[in-house]
């Protein structure tokens, strides 16, 4: 017979024993006692401690495993703080809860407004043993009860400790934090100086970002859930038949959320449905037609939680900035399709921006602006001379002069294009760069602003300003097209440490077309970011997951 793995588990009295591989036992690990009830309360301290002793064996020997079957955020942080303690409660005393304990209680319970996901922070277990402590008179006398909260108490302020200064989400490529860590002493420490100044919130919050654009996003959510607590609505077809009946379910929809009002008696015609989803459509910012269509349903279909999500996962992405931003920066949302200049923490410069498809996305970066060029040329970049232009161009050679465009050989000499033989040209044989010259009907436009990066992107004008009317902005290859090009150019050139040029000498030389690069001597750090969520003027400002980052992210904090 060959060889099996059986997994088996037996219960031997209050502990269990994992048989793997034909017999071998792992360590044994004992559940903690779920009940202890103590007939003299002066007595329930020292059996808690005792309870408390037991189950950080039990985590131990769980590989970590908390009695809810949540993981423990560090364990030997636990333990080092416990042990400091002597086991000692440090939650509640002869019985009686410590304030501090309703204060985290709420906060796990409101967890969802700073981000965060309430199970992740033992939640459901506090809550039903909160529950038990006020219904059932013999849980205030249950040391196993007392112990078990005092426990994940402590795990699940560490864990928020964490969450709320680093993230949730694990350091990626543009993290620009220096720490990404606390030691066991830092746990240990918050912890202890929470409880012995009794203010567990106070330290918490301490913890949290403190740019603009968090408390925003946060003041946002507190407004969103206070205005839509008591509202629940109905989930709309995204495919249906009777075109009638769909346009009844819409109107009761809007009706649900606030955003039809039919009090006054009155029969929904067109023009009222109309206006009601245009409500809906400004307040979630969505293009305002009227028309409850795919992208307007799928919007009407989610809940409170979705939306309170998609904006807490935001402020997970502001805890992976640093404490403290430079006094001035560029910053670019990416989905928000928005340019902003910070200068002193004002915004100093908006623009609305063009950025790339899903599948030629804008990369999320950090780096500084060196220098902007006027009337640029356009080196062509390879993905598109492959895929969009030599297919055109062995059609009709003409295509080139359509398009402004030269082909410079290896020496950087233009080459005669009806000399070439374009079909024996591929991917693997291309000695050309296409080159588009410089003028009004560049691809750049006027202005190109460079800064360091390996993807080969910039910021630049474009010779189709109408695009800048979509709502929709995701049509680039990449590279950012930027609408106010000659204000962020007259900002650059304004700031203290670029003294060597004058606005009126960049207009002067914009209306005689000279080709001029302005160097930046001063570095201004750009950060290309991707937020789907914004608070502004105490409400919350949407933008759709154009490249599905906000999945991964759930998915990474679990939510």
Same mark, same amino acid.
């Given at each position: 017979?060959?060889?099996?793995? @059986?997994?088996?588990?037996?219960?031997? =009295?209050?502990?269990?024993?994992?048989?793997?591989?034909?017999?071998?036992?792992?360590?044994?690990?004992?559940?903690?006692?779920?009940?202890?009830?103590?007939?003299?309360?002066?007595?329930?301290?020292?059996?808690?401690?005792?309870?408390?002793?037991?189950?950080?064996? !039990?985590?131990? /020997?769980?590989?970590?495993?908390?009695?809810?079957?949540?993981?423990?955020?560090?364990?030997?942080?636990?333990?080092?703080?416990?042990?400091?303690?002597?086991?000692?409660?440090?939650?509640?005393?002869?019985?009686?809860?410590?304030?501090?304990?309703?204060?985290?209680?709420?906060?796990?319970?409101?967890?969802?407004?700073?981000?965060?996901?309430?199970?992740?922070?033992?939640?459901?277990?506090?809550?039903?043993? &909160?529950?038990?402590?006020?219904?059932?008179?013999?849980?205030?006398?249950?040391?196993?009860?007392?112990?078990?909260?005092?426990?994940?108490?402590?795990?699940?302020?560490? $864990?928020?400790?964490?969450?709320?200064?680093?993230?949730?989400?694990?350091?990626?490529?543009?993290?620009?934090?220096?720490?990404?860590?606390?030691?066991?002493?830092?746990?240990?420490?918050?912890?202890?100086?929470?409880?012995?100044?009794?203010?567990?919130?106070?330290?918490?919050?301490?913890?949290?970002?403190?740019?603009?654009?968090?408390? !925003?996003?946060?003041?946002?959510? $507190?407004?969103?859930?206070?205005?839509?607590?008591?509202?629940? &609505?109905?989930?709309?077809?995204?495919?249906?038949?009777?075109?009638?009946? @769909?346009?009844?379910?819409?109107?009761?929809?809007?009706?649900?959320?606030?955003?039809? /009002?039919?009090?006054?008696?009155?029969? +929904?015609?067109?023009?009222?449905?109309?206006?009601?989803?245009?409500?809906?459509?400004?307040?979630?910012?969505?293009?305002?037609?009227?028309?409850?269509? $795919?992208?307007?349903?799928?919007?009407?279909?989610?809940?409170?939680?979705?939306?309170?999500?998609? !904006?807490?996962?935001?402020?997970?992405?502001?805890?992976?900035?640093?404490?403290?931003?430079?006094?001035?920066?560029?910053?670019?949302?990416? *989905?928000?399709?928005?340019?902003?200049?910070?200068?002193?923490?004002?915004?100093?410069?908006?623009?609305?921006?063009? +950025?790339?498809?899903?599948?030629?996305?804008?990369?999320?970066?950090?780096?500084?602006?060196?220098? @902007?060029?006027?009337? *640029?040329?356009?080196?062509? *970049?390879?993905? %598109?001379?492959?895929?969009?232009?030599?297919?055109? %161009?062995?059609?009709?050679?003409?295509?080139? !002069?359509?398009?402004?465009?030269?082909? %410079?050989?290896?020496?950087?000499?233009?080459?005669?294009?009806?000399?070439?033989?374009?079909?024996?040209?591929?991917?693997?044989?291309?000695?050309?760069?296409?080159?588009?010259?410089?003028?009004?009907?560049?691809?750049?436009? %006027?202005?190109?602003?460079?800064?360091?990066?390996?993807?080969?992107?910039?910021?630049?004008?474009?010779?189709?300003?109408?695009?800048?009317?979509?709502?929709?902005?995701?049509?680039?290859?990449?590279?950012?097209?930027?609408?106010?090009?000659?204000?962020?150019?007259?900002?650059?050139?304004?700031? *203290?440490?670029?003294?060597?040029?004058? =606005? /009126?000498?960049?207009?002067?030389?914009?209306?005689?077309?000279?080709? $001029?690069?302005? /160097?930046?001597?001063?570095?201004?750090?750009?950060?290309?970011?991707?937020?789907?969520?914004?608070?502004?003027?105490?409400?919350?400002?949407?933008?759709?997951?154009?490249? =599905?980052?906000?999945?991964?992210?759930?998915?990474?904090?679990?939510?």
């Amino acid at each position: 017979m060959k060889n099996r793995i @059986f997994i088996i588990s037996l219960l031997c =009295g209050s502990g269990v024993y994992m048989l793997l591989a034909c017999g071998h036992s792992k360590k044994k690990y004992t559940a903690p006692k779920q009940k202890q009830i103590v007939t003299n309360i002066r007595q329930l301290d020292e059996v808690v401690t005792e309870s408390i002793a037991e189950r950080l064996t !039990a985590i131990k /020997d769980n590989e970590g495993l908390m009695e809810d079957s949540t993981p423990a955020f560090r364990p030997q942080a636990i333990r080092d703080f416990y042990e400091e303690n002597r086991n000692a409660s440090q939650w509640s005393h002869d019985g009686v809860i410590k304030p501090a304990a309703d204060s985290l209680l709420e906060l796990i319970r409101q967890a969802d407004d700073m981000g965060l996901m309430p199970a992740q922070y033992h939640a459901p277990a506090l809550t039903a043993a &909160w529950y038990q402590l006020t219904n059932d008179p013999s849980a205030k006398k249950d040391a196993a009860l007392w112990a078990k909260i005092d426990v994940m108490m402590t795990d699940a302020f560490m $864990r928020m400790a964490s969450d709320l200064h680093f993230g949730v989400a694990p350091r990626d490529s543009i993290t620009l934090r220096t720490d990404s860590v606390f030691t066991e002493t830092d746990l240990t420490g918050k912890l202890k100086q929470a409880l012995q100044e009794n203010n567990v919130t106070g330290a918490l919050h301490q913890l949290e970002p403190v740019h603009p654009g968090y408390l !925003a996003l946060k003041e946002g959510i $507190r407004a969103f859930k206070e205005k839509y607590a008591a509202y629940h &609505w109905d989930t709309l077809p995204l495919n249906y038949t009777d075109t009638t009946g @769909f346009k009844q379910l819409v109107a009761n929809r809007l009706v649900q959320s606030g955003h039809l /009002d039919t009090s006054g008696g009155q029969q +929904v015609d067109t023009s009222m449905l109309k206006t009601g989803i245009k409500a809906f459509q400004k307040e979630f910012n969505i293009y305002s037609d009227g028309v409850a269509g $795919r992208r307007t349903v799928m919007a009407m279909n989610k809940s409170v939680h979705d939306w309170v999500v998609q !904006a807490g996962l935001n402020l997970d992405r502001w805890r992976k900035l640093p404490d403290t931003m430079p006094s001035r920066y560029i910053m670019v949302n990416v *989905p928000g399709y928005t340019l902003r200049v910070i200068d002193s923490g004002e915004i100093r410069l908006e623009s609305k921006v063009i +950025v790339g498809t899903p599948r030629t996305r804008t990369p999320l970066l950090n780096s500084y602006m060196t220098n @902007f060029v006027m009337f *640029p040329y356009w080196r062509v *970049p390879y993905s %598109i001379v492959f895929k969009e232009m030599l297919p055109a %161009i062995r059609k009709n050679v003409n295509y080139l !002069a359509n398009k402004n465009l030269e082909v %410079i050989d290896r020496s950087g000499n233009a080459v005669d294009p009806s000399t070439i033989d374009w079909n024996k040209l591929s991917k693997t044989y291309f000695p050309y760069v296409l080159r588009q010259m410089d003028g009004v009907d560049n691809s750049l436009g %006027i202005m190109k602003f460079n800064f360091r990066n390996k993807y080969s992107v910039y910021l630049h004008d474009t010779n189709n300003r109408g695009l800048f009317k979509n709502s929709m902005r995701a049509m680039s290859h990449g590279c950012v097209r930027v609408q106010e090009w000659d204000s962020l150019s007259q900002y650059l050139v304004h700031t *203290p440490d670029s003294s060597n040029h004058r =606005g /009126d000498s960049v207009h002067a030389w914009i209306v005689r077309e000279e080709q $001029r690069q302005v /160097d930046l001597p001063a570095r201004i750090p750009i950060y290309l970011r991707y937020f789907t969520a914004e608070g502004h003027d105490g409400k919350l400002v949407f933008y759709d997951d154009i490249y =599905g980052e906000d999945k991964v992210l759930r998915k990474l904090m679990k939510f």
